[in-house]
């Protein structure tokens, strides 16, 4: 544990947030952190990046107004730099959203690493290279972590955190905690998985639907209804997991892994199912027990009503909801 | 075409619906078609099934009403027969839920096509057995379609609608229309795949989810969080392919592609993509446009973050929305 690869600054004290790479995500990371009340300084190689990201925040501006903005939050506040070094120079927190390349982030990591001040946390935006292969470069890989978001940044709560072989577990653990005083909503994983959690699930499903499009199985219109209709509101409200065990009715995830199960070996996706032994079977039922926190079959179903019903109102798919 | 396989009935005279399976979607077809103010025979060969299907529909019941019952809506119209042939004798239409056993679901359409007025179509909920495969044994397969409902049926709109090889094309085209009059979305396929659309979809995802469990990468609660508080709340909103469309910025979908293209070769799940050839490309690049319907990105990012901050301030999830 070196000087440089633990925070010592204060969750409340960090004022200053640096966006380097600012594109659709980098962009969207600078409107989340003006709305949060953040300087932040912003950095892009691109000829045309400043005008590209005033013209995104001020396009999720009003959004940012209606999540309620922070004190003092304003655009004002932005400055972009003509240089790397000037937009970290100053900063107590940097967040990296370059193109997905290896060898330009593994580039552009060292050179944010020997520009930033000991002891702030650089996190890059990847969408899925583990850090270990990003932080080779860095003089001072400790404080180099990855914290994935969603787009946009500043409307979609999750952020993926994990750190890579070189990286000081307390800078993880600062990270989250930075990141939840920022407003987000954090997973911290304890080992890197390419594409972490959310891009993996959602991967799946994408790779599936270009196999449909491919094929000539459905249009890209009817993919998109699939979901907006069907198995997405439920998402919104509950995950896959949970949602799946109600489909056992009383008997929950248990009784749906019963019933369900050997579809498992049914050709309903071209993504292979892991054998569901005994061991994934308990695994299963018993983190879905873990995740309904004392909820029973009955709260969750009530749950799940009340919020799809919230949902289809406040989008407008309720008869008379459209005036609401 | 003969006479048991074309619908003669107006779609407005249709006032009896017959459903046959009383569990999780049988009964939650059972509550939707009460809601909707028909008079429902319902059949299900479980000893406990009439108890079980009354607390369903009492416990869907308050949804219903948010939902909007229609005239007469009244959970005194539901009628649980002893028989199959009784519920079924003066139905106008027969929705079958039966378990996902093939031999079964082949034994219990004849039993229903030799029971059910002719004329009258018959719809099963298979989760993904083809017609063709389940409508060997009728008399008049022409009547008998797939109608695929997703959990609870009262409550997500969606329903895929598709014949088998000896469906007749007129028993499809009249289903389609009889669900949208009963408050259904209708995706209308014009050819069996297995699973269909939506739960290929899903399938997909739930498999990387087992994995993950399987695995030790993530915990059932990981899993969750990771949709509902990331990639779920888009989907209630835009499907998955206009929500990739709109990580392409200013570019859409063609820039979405060249920036994440290469990524299809990633290990980011274990389902294998399809080959990005041009012709993958441009069908998903003009099935974006065409599902667009001459919004631009602009419009859609505008669109996209209203809808998801409805849905964040529905569910609670914006400060100070606990209460509205």
């Not at 939050?73 to 290896?102: C, G």
């Not at 935006?125 to 500043?154: C, E, K, W």
Request: one cysteine or more; hydrophobic letters at 45%.
């Amino acid at each position: 544990m070196t000087d440089t690869s633990v925070p010592a600054t204060a969750l409340e004290d960090i004022r200053r947030v640096a966006c380097v790479g600012a594109g659709v995500i980098g962009g969207g990371w600078v409107a989340h952190f003006l709305g949060r009340g953040y300087e932040v300084t912003a950095w892009d190689p691109a000829p045309d990046a400043e005008a590209r990201l005033r013209r995104l925040v001020d396009a999720a501006w009003p959004a940012l107004e209606q999540l309620g903005l922070a004190p003092g939050a304003s655009a004002d506040r932005l400055t972009v730099t003509s240089t790397l070094e000037e937009a970290v120079a100053r900063a107590q927190f940097v967040q990296e959203s370059a193109p997905e390349k290896l060898g330009l982030k593994r580039e552009l990591l060292a050179r944010l690493d020997a520009a930033t001040p000991s002891g702030v946390v650089i996190a890059s935006s990847t969408s899925g290279y583990p850090m270990t292969d990003m932080q080779t470069d860095a003089v001072s890989p400790g404080r180099l972590i990855v914290g994935h978001p969603f787009n946009p940044p500043y409307l979609i709560p999750l952020v993926e955190v994990v750190g890579g072989d070189r990286t000081d577990p307390e800078a993880v653990r600062w990270a989250a905690r930075f990141y939840e005083a920022a407003g987000k909503s954090v997973i911290t994983m304890d080992r890197e998985v390419p594409g972490f959690i959310a891009n993996r699930l959602q991967e799946a499903l994408w790779r599936e639907a270009l196999h449909m499009v491919a094929g000539g199985e459905a249009t890209v219109r009817d993919i998109d209804r699939s979901i907006t209709e069907g198995p997405g509101l439920r998402w919104a409200i509950m995950g896959p997991m949970l949602t799946f065990a109600l489909a056992g009715g009383e008997g929950g995830m248990a009784h749906m892994l019963d019933h369900f199960g050997p579809s498992l070996k049914s050709p309903w996706t071209r993504l292979e199912a892991p054998e569901l032994d005994k061991a994934l079977y308990d695994a299963v039922v018993t983190g879905c027990d873990d995740a309904a926190d004392g909820r029973t079959i009955a709260d969750l179903v009530a749950e799940r009503d009340r919020g799809v019903i919230a949902v289809l109102r406040a989008t407008g798919r309720l008869p008379g909801s459209g005036a609401e």
